[in-house]
């Protein structure tokens, strides 16, 4: 019954996670503020609403393991998503990508690196941990950083506002609260589901956490990415991945805002295994978009082939645990 109703609270998020994405998307044309910059910051975080009350409803009903664990997994499933993009197309996805992106990688390695910091050091008994607290910061310096690069390459963006033509502002902005209405409710309930089935399973609260619960609260990622594949958008699906993964580092720093004590007080090391399988993965997407080869093995890429390892590896790891 619990395995029911948690793909019960999935399908909503898929179909709401889809309107709010695509509606995210009509908001960024209708308000002029340009897709490099929306693409990367406001789809990215429209994407990320599950994660964001998923880590709320979790912090709170005190499952600090589901909230972390949330967080690390949803941005490795960003980075699986791209794998499946690159199957899609005959040329690798770093190819086709254009190397703008190696500025919001760098500015993902060093949140994630400060966030692995916070996870070992911030073990004190203050309200919240040191390297936690310099997130905000930092992710506020990627937001302007990132705006500021965009604007050194303007885009001819004629195409996506005919597309949008029929769409008011009000009319878009009304559609895209409705589906975030709907994702705010199918997260709340995750959490309680993903206890009761580490519980049922066995499996425990930190692997549901970071590869089941991750899977779900990435649906809105997939379907972008998907629309992506089909639109041949992939500096869409680039940007969108890594903004997702940028705001959930920042929403490390939120959960440890709401928790009574440090995050890394309350959860336990293993979670550092993820952060550094995730700077791997940036790593390997990086050293991609720089090289850009032309050549896969098989249907992937040699940086795709990595990333889907590394993912392998830290499933393995997790349940080792």
């Known amino acids: 019954m619990t395995l029911w109703a948690f793909l019960g609270v999935a399908l909503v998020i898929l179909l709401a996670g889809r309107q709010v994405a695509f509606y995210g998307d009509v908001l960024a044309e ?8 929306m693409g990367l910051f406001l789809v990215g975080v429209t994407t990320s609403l599950p994660e964001l009350f998923n880590v709320t409803s979790a912090v709170l009903q005190d499952l600090p393991e589901i909230a972390v664990g949330n967080l690390l997994g949803a941005t490795m499933v960003n980075f699986l998503l791209l794998t499946l993009l690159d199957a899609l197309h005959p040329r690798p996805l770093t190819a086709r990508a254009s190397q703008e992106h190696a500025l919001s990688l760098g500015l993902l390695i060093v949140l994630l690196a400060i966030l692995g910091l916070g996870l070992v050091l911030d073990r004190g008994s203050g309200r919240i941990g040191m390297f936690t607290l310099a997130l905000l910061p930092l992710y506020l310096f990627a937001l302007w950083l990132s705006f500021r690069y965009a604007r050194r390459f303007p885009r001819d963006e004629q195409v996506e506002a005919e597309a949008y033509e029929g769409f008011t502002l009000v009319g878009a902005l009304v559609r895209y609260l409705v589906g975030a209405l709907f994702l705010v409710g199918a997260a709340v309930l995750l ?3 993903a206890e009761r089935l580490a519980q ?15 899977l779900v609260t990435t649906l809105p990622e997939a379907t972008v990415t998907m629309a992506a594949a089909r639109l041949g958008a992939v500096d869409l699906a680039l940007g969108n991945a890594l903004g997702s993964g940028m705001f959930n580092s920042f929403l490390f ?8 004590g440090p995050l890394g007080r309350e959860v336990g090391e293993g979670h550092l295994v993820s952060v550094l399988i995730l700077l791997a993965m940036s790593g390997a997407v990086l050293v991609g978009l720089m090289y850009q080869s032309l050549r896969k093995l098989w249907v992937l890429a040699y940086d795709s082939w990595a990333i889907l390892g ?3 590896l830290a499933a393995w790891l997790s349940l080792g645990r």
Request: glycine share 16%; hydrophobic share 50%.
């Open 30 to 37: 209708k308000t002029g503020l340009g897709r490099t910059f």
């Open 191 to 193: 959490p309680g589901l």
């Open 200 to 214: 049922e399973t066995g499996l425990g609260e930190a692997w549901v956490g970071t590869f089941l619960v991750a």
């Open 253 to 260: 720093f939120y959960a440890d805002l709401l928790a009574p």
């Open 310 to 312: 590394l993912y392998l």
